[in-house]
């Protein structure tokens, strides 16, 4: 059941594990570079709480938060980022290259558009009534396949739901500088019925995501649903050129994490986060524990 | 179809995909100007979309689209099959071929396999031009991942034609993704039959992917020539020549598998004529031919005396037939250069 409480602790662990991650990479745990996904969380726990057995989910860099809400173990996704053995793809893939059970994410813009693509096409042809969910931001909006697949995925019409995370920035470089025109019309023209919800608030996300989903799979046809959401953290480590005062207005507004605690008593609350912190704590700590990595 | 043995490397091409489609329903054919009547911009789909219409899907002129749609059709557990129309059009799909599908096994650390196959036809002389008429495959040669097979115009002893059973075997059996390097006008050619080699030699080396031609009864081989696809066939009758109008006496190694590769019938050869010319159709510069040179000399040190490369010159390909005959080597410039040589 898809309760307030639930909804809850599903965002808070999203947020509490790149938190934790974020706090340690200084210290050189963690090889490479990373994206977070604060203040996106609601858009993962909102779409893929409707995912049924056998469905398929396909993200991109900013991976965490899909990857979380999917089911994956934090413990195996610390492991991951640490470089280890035991991690996800064995220290292999790193953050942006996940693979387990039907999910699956990569690092290069618009190339996961054509994989969900092939992916609805092999699912609709095995007539399973498995769905595929593919997120996507609107920096990818610039990649020419994404267009050719759009095409495709109507003209066939293949059984995906496109969630365009639509937060406005683009690595450092503001969407109004890079996009012209209508973003709904992108995917309209191309004839796949459009959903748009400016919003991070998981009871508005929540029910519309399911309605998508719902028609995507007994129509074995294309959605695609625009969030508008507000990226709350930097693209990777520390790269965010936006002013402070911009910042503290959308934690202020924009926390999806805020606006659903304000739904749950206090003690209730406050014992989802001790217990999330702790998991994701055990978590942690069992990762650097194990063998490999930095 | 099937009762009759094909007659070219086209027919068994087609027979190839008909048997691949027959055997194993997870076969899809995908890519432009597919169906029927047409079959295809060089006919190799010829008849495919009339005997399985659900199971050949024409495309949108999107090479990128459809090559990245396959990757993930095969990650899903399809064994897809595009036809990129030119060979030229490789550039288009590299990133879907590189950063994509070649890469998801490893990526994944072994927990996903994206048996992708990509035909495309290579090479000029048909006046086609600049843009048409290109050898590229060796931007490929090298791509972690990625197998690249081209195929020789033998019948062997396959009912589908070497060709045809290469194609097959590749659909059917690899794991990894594959690029099919085909050639315009090796389409044409008669695949030869024992009859046709009735004055050759023939060692088939299966393990590593090697075809090995000399005369019949003829003296010690002088030199060795390497080179694949429908450049084979030039070599073929250069040899010929070499032996009768020369008496010069050459072997003749022709891989079917350019990556990865393994070399040992080639060293073998090397190790016993001590010269090396390889012959490609691509551009001279970083190709095939430097990394078989490359490889032979750190194999055999002093035991290779002499070693050539012969390739098409470094420029775009014209389209006035003189002209784009200077620009790609010929029959004529490989007994030249071997005549150099020996």
Same mark, same amino acid.
């Given at each position: 059941?898809?309760?307030?409480? #639930?909804?809850?602790?599903?965002?808070?662990?999203?947020?509490?594990?790149?938190?934790?991650?974020?706090?340690?990479?200084?210290?050189?745990?963690?090889?490479?570079? *990373?994206? !977070?996904?604060?203040?996106?969380?609601? &858009?993962?726990?909102?779409?893929?709480?409707?995912?049924?057995?056998?469905?398929?989910?396909?993200?991109?860099?900013?991976?965490?938060?899909?990857?979380?809400?999917?089911?994956?173990?934090?413990?195996?996704?610390?492991?991951?980022?640490?470089?280890?053995?035991?991690?996800?793809?064995?220290?292999?893939?790193?953050?942006?290259?996940?693979?387990?059970?039907?999910?699956?994410?990569?690092?290069?813009?618009?190339?996961?558009?054509?994989?969900?693509?092939?992916?609805?096409?092999?699912?609709?042809?095995?007539?399973?009534?498995? %769905?595929?969910?593919?997120?996507?931001?609107?920096?990818?909006?610039?990649?020419?396949?994404?267009?050719?697949?759009?095409?495709?995925?109507?003209?066939?019409?293949?059984?995906?739901?496109?969630?365009?995370?639509? &937060?406005? %920035?683009?690595?450092?470089?503001?969407?109004?500088?890079?996009?012209?025109?209508?973003?709904?019309?992108?995917?309209?023209?191309?004839?796949?019925?459009?959903?748009?919800?400016?919003?991070?608030?998981? $009871?508005?996300?929540?029910?519309?995501?399911?309605?998508?989903?719902?028609?995507?799979?007994?129509?074995?046809?294309?959605? /695609?649903?625009?969030?508008?959401?507000?990226?709350?953290?930097?693209?990777?480590?520390?790269?965010?050129?936006?002013?402070?005062?911009? $910042?503290?207005?959308?934690?202020?507004?924009?926390?999806?994490?805020?606006?659903?605690?304000?739904?749950?008593?206090?003690?209730?609350?406050?014992?989802?986060?001790?217990?999330?912190?702790?998991?994701?704590?055990?978590?942690?700590?069992?990762?650097?524990?194990?063998?490999?990595?930095? | 179809?099937?009762?009759?043995?094909? =007659?070219?490397?086209?027919?068994?091409?087609? $027979?190839?995909?008909?048997?691949?489609?027959?055997?194993?329903?997870?076969?899809?054919?995908?890519?432009?100007?597919?169906?029927?009547?047409?079959?295809?911009?060089?006919?190799?789909?010829?008849?495919?979309?009339?005997?399985?219409?659900?199971?050949?899907?024409?495309?949108?002129?999107?090479?990128?689209?459809?090559?990245?749609?396959?990757?993930?059709?095969?990650?899903?557990?399809?064994?897809?099959?595009?036809?990129?129309?030119?060979?030229?059009?490789?550039?288009?799909?590299?990133?879907?071929? %590189?950063?994509?599908?070649?890469?998801? &096994?490893?990526? @994944? &650390?072994?927990?996903? *396999?994206?048996?992708?196959?990509?035909?495309?036809?290579?090479?000029?002389?048909?006046?086609?031009?600049?843009?048409?008429?290109?050898?590229?495959?060796?931007?490929?040669?090298?791509?972690?991942?990625?197998?690249?097979?081209?195929?020789?115009?033998?019948?062997?002893?396959?009912?589908?034609?070497?060709?045809?059973? $290469?194609?097959?075997?590749?659909?059917?059996?690899?794991?990894?993704?594959?690029?099919?390097? #085909?050639?315009?006008?090796?389409?044409?050619?008669?695949?030869?039959?024992?009859?046709?080699?009735?004055?050759?030699?023939?060692?088939?080396? =299966?393990?590593?992917?090697?075809?090995?031609?000399?005369?019949?009864?003829?003296?010690?081989?002088?030199?060795?020539?390497?080179? @694949?696809? @429908?450049?084979?066939?030039?070599?073929?009758?250069?040899?010929?020549?070499?032996?009768?109008?020369?008496?010069?006496?050459?072997?003749?190694?022709?891989?079917?598998?350019?990556?990865?590769?393994?070399?040992?019938?080639?060293?073998?050869?090397?190790?016993?004529?001590?010269? +090396?010319?390889?012959? #490609? #159709?691509? *551009?001279?510069?970083?190709?095939?031919?430097?990394?078989? +040179?490359?490889?032979? /000399?750190?194999?055999?040190?002093?035991?290779?005396?002499? !070693?050539?490369?012969?390739?098409?010159?470094?420029?775009?390909?014209?389209?006035?037939?003189?002209?784009?005959?200077?620009?790609?080597?010929?029959?004529?410039?490989?007994?030249?250069?071997?005549?150099?040589?020996?």
């Amino acid at each position: 059941m898809h309760t307030d409480m #639930e909804l809850f602790r599903r965002l808070y662990r999203i947020r509490r594990f790149e938190t934790v991650l974020l706090d340690h990479f200084k210290s050189g745990i963690f090889p490479g570079t *990373t994206h !977070a996904s604060l203040g996106q969380e609601a &858009n993962a726990v909102g779409v893929l709480a409707h995912l049924q057995e056998g469905d398929v989910v396909v993200s991109n860099h900013r991976s965490h938060g899909h990857f979380l809400a999917y089911g994956g173990d934090p413990q195996a996704l610390f492991a991951e980022l640490m470089g280890k053995p035991s991690g996800v793809c064995g220290g292999v893939g790193g953050s942006q290259h996940l693979h387990w059970r039907n999910f699956y994410s990569s690092g290069v813009q618009g190339g996961t558009v054509a994989m969900a693509a092939g992916m609805a096409l092999a699912e609709k042809r095995a007539g399973n009534g498995a %769905i595929v969910v593919d997120f996507m931001g609107d920096g990818t909006l610039g990649e020419g396949i994404v267009y050719e697949c759009l095409n495709m995925i109507s003209l066939w019409q293949l059984p995906v739901l496109i969630v365009l995370e639509h &937060n406005h %920035i683009a690595q450092t470089t503001p969407a109004k500088l890079t996009i012209a025109g209508s973003v709904s019309q992108r995917f309209e023209t191309f004839g796949i019925p459009t959903a748009e919800l400016d919003s991070s608030d998981i $009871l508005e996300i929540f029910p519309l995501a399911g309605t998508l989903i719902s028609q995507v799979r007994v129509e074995s046809a294309p959605r /695609a649903l625009i969030i508008h959401t507000e990226r709350l953290g930097a693209h990777s480590k520390g790269d965010d050129t936006r002013p402070p005062e911009e $910042l503290v207005n959308l934690w202020q507004f924009r926390d999806p994490i805020a606006i659903h605690a304000t739904r749950l008593p206090e003690a209730e609350r406050a014992r989802i986060v001790d217990e999330v912190d702790a998991d994701i704590q055990r978590a942690f700590e069992a990762a650097l524990g194990a063998k490999g990595g930095v | 179809m099937g009762e009759q043995l094909p =007659r070219t490397v086209l027919d068994s091409l087609n $027979l190839g995909l008909h048997k691949a489609l027959v055997d194993d329903p997870l076969t899809i054919l995908l890519g432009e100007d597919l169906l029927d009547p047409y079959g295809g911009a060089f006919k190799v789909t010829r008849g495919l979309s009339s005997a399985f219409p659900d199971r050949v899907l024409t495309t949108p002129i999107s090479e990128a689209g459809i090559t990245g749609i396959a990757g993930g059709m095969a990650l899903r557990g399809l064994h897809p099959v595009v036809e990129i129309m030119f060979g030229d059009f490789v550039t288009l799909i590299s990133d879907q071929v %590189i950063n994509h599908i070649a890469k998801f &096994n490893s990526m @994944y &650390n072994g927990a996903a *396999t994206a048996p992708v196959l990509i035909r495309t036809p290579m090479g000029g002389r048909r006046g086609y031009g600049p843009t048409h008429s290109q050898t590229l495959e060796k931007f490929f040669l090298g791509v972690p991942g990625l197998t690249v097979l081209a195929p020789f115009h033998l019948l062997d002893d396959d009912p589908l034609g070497a060709p045809g059973g $290469l194609l097959y075997e590749a659909i059917l059996t690899s794991d990894s993704p594959v690029l099919f390097v #085909e050639n315009k006008l090796q389409y044409l050619l008669k695949l030869l039959t024992p009859a046709d080699l009735v004055e050759y030699e023939l060692d088939t080396d =299966r393990s590593s992917a090697f075809y090995t031609l000399r005369m019949k009864s003829a003296p010690a081989a002088m030199i060795t020539l390497a080179t @694949y696809g @429908y450049m084979a066939h030039l070599a073929l009758e250069a040899l010929h020549r070499l032996a009768y109008e020369y008496e010069i006496f050459c072997e003749l190694l022709v891989p079917t598998r350019l990556a990865p590769f393994e070399l040992q019938p080639l060293f073998d050869s090397v190790a016993r004529t001590g010269r +090396l010319l390889t012959v #490609e #159709e691509g *551009t001279f510069s970083l190709g095939w031919g430097a990394e078989v +040179l490359a490889r032979t /000399a750190e194999a055999l040190g002093a035991g290779l005396r002499q !070693a050539r490369r012969l390739a098409a010159k470094e420029g775009v390909i014209p389209v006035a037939p003189e002209l784009e005959a200077a620009c790609l080597p010929g029959v004529d410039d490989i007994i030249a250069r071997v005549r150099e040589m020996v």
